[in-house]
């Protein structure tokens, strides 16, 4: 990677059905069927991608590789990667310990390698919630990176174990630790500007159109270009959320807009993780335990 030069990891979360049975609760078959279209989306975002010449990653719950197999395996088949997302798409906060948070982890690693042959180097927690057992239960089981965290917009960075939240003090930073962040931003998610929801008496209106969401997403690119040389672009999409047609012809838009400058390079997280690491003097030491 030369300096200067940017990179665009186009990411999605391939959540499917278990967004709605997990975290939303939803037994009605109207409400479940808004996770059906996912595998829609997904060959929609394939077919896309394929066209441009662009590995992407796909993060997916253990569920939803279960549930659809085959459209997991078209996924890693065109050479895309694949991350973990949980199992039910749970939130790690709201797992009740880091022992549940670890059979979680193990539970969504097992579905991906078995149904798939995946063995994910990357992590993106659902709903972008680590709990603070979240980073330890990562570097033991071996994760590169991980990418729920918003410290930084468009540069990576190391995570950190043992950070103390004080309200009579100020935030006590811990130590960093051998997992690299991909940072995220819920300005960069399709899920907010697009998915209208009304659960219980919650409703996020969504349904943005798609110009507006367009003029954000490229200001946001045109202006790391333009301050931040050698940053990372992460946009995160839904194929249940991206995969309507007006939506994908933004996105087709917007891949023609990144590219035309040149010194762009589209790539996975995994990799553009791995070229972080390569940029630095050497990795956080390993933990004293
Ligand atoms: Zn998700």
């Not at 992590?123 to 972008?128: I, L, T, V």
């Not at 540069?155 to 997992?179: K, M, S």
Request: hydrophobic fraction near 40%; include cysteine; glycine fraction near 10%.
């Amino acid at each position: 990677m030369t300096t200067g030069q940017a990179t665009v990891c186009l990411t999605f979360d391939f959540d499917a059905i278990s967004l709605w049975v997990g975290p939303m609760g939803a037994t009605s078959p109207s409400m479940i069927s808004r996770g059906e279209f996912g595998p829609v989306g997904v060959a929609r975002i394939l077919r896309l991608l394929d066209r441009h010449g662009i590995p992407a990653t796909f993060f997916v719950p253990g569920h939803t590789a279960e549930t659809y197999p085959d459209a997991v395996r078209e996924i890693v088949a065109a050479g895309h990667e694949v991350g973990h997302h949980g199992y039910l798409h749970e939130n790690p906060v709201g797992l009740a310990s880091a022992e549940d948070e670890r059979r979680v982890l193990a539970r969504g690693l097992d579905a991906l390698e078995r149904t798939v042959g995946a063995r994910p180097v990357g992590y993106r927690s659902p709903s972008w919630d680590n709990s603070p057992h979240t980073v330890g239960l990562l570097l033991e089981h071996g994760f590169r990176y991980e990418s729920s965290l918003m410290g930084h917009d468009f540069v990576p960075y190391w995570c950190r174990v043992g950070d103390v939240i004080q309200a009579d003090g100020p935030y006590l930073f811990g130590r960093e630790v051998d997992l690299v962040e991909m940072p995220v931003s819920w300005v960069l998610d399709d899920f907010p500007h697009f998915e209208y929801l009304r659960v219980g008496n919650r409703v996020s209106p969504g349904l943005s159109a798609p110009s507006k969401v367009e003029e954000i997403w490229r200001d946001e690119f045109d202006f790391m270009r333009r301050e931040v040389p050698g940053g990372v672009f992460t946009l995160t999409m839904h194929p249940q959320v991206i995969g309507r047609g007006h939506r994908m012809l933004m996105l087709e838009r917007l891949i023609a807009h990144f590219g035309a400058g040149g010194g762009v390079r589209f790539t996975t997280l995994a990799d553009a993780a791995e070229a972080f690491r390569a940029a630095q003097p050497s990795p956080p030491s390993a933990p004293q335990t």
